[in-house]
């Protein structure tokens, strides 16, 4: 694994509202750990509601990771645009996060531990 780079599963349960909704709950989410930035937990799209959640044509390239998606969340109050993304065919060194998606805590999205 990438030396700076840390990934473990996270404690607990966590969840990801928006628009009222729980977007996302896992107690099977994983937390990566990358130099000073803050820890990210990546939840897998099982534990998911993915008929909410659409690929948007926005992408980004991380060396350490490989190409990242973006996904809009559909509510009923609009659209939030790139709220998550995902390594769809991550690095070999960060493999475990494969089929997990990733949130921005927004004013908009909440992401927390229960």
């Not at 990210?40 to 390239?61: C, E, K, L, N």
Request: proline fraction near 5%.
């Amino acid at each position: 694994m990438t030396d700076h780079i840390k990934i473990r599963p996270a404690a607990g349960t966590w969840t990801v509202r928006a628009a009222g909704a729980i977007l996302a709950e896992s107690a099977n989410a994983l937390e990566l750990s990358e130099d000073d930035y803050p820890d990210v937990i990546y939840f897998p799209r099982g534990d998911s509601a993915m008929a909410f959640i659409d690929a948007s044509d926005r992408t980004s390239f991380c060396p350490h990771k490989g190409d990242a998606r973006y996904f809009s969340i559909e509510a009923k109050s609009g659209t939030i645009a790139d709220a998550a993304w995902s390594y769809e065919d991550p690095k070999p060194q960060v493999a475990e996060i494969k089929d997990h998606l990733a949130f921005f805590a927004s004013d908009k999205v909440t992401i927390e531990q229960i």
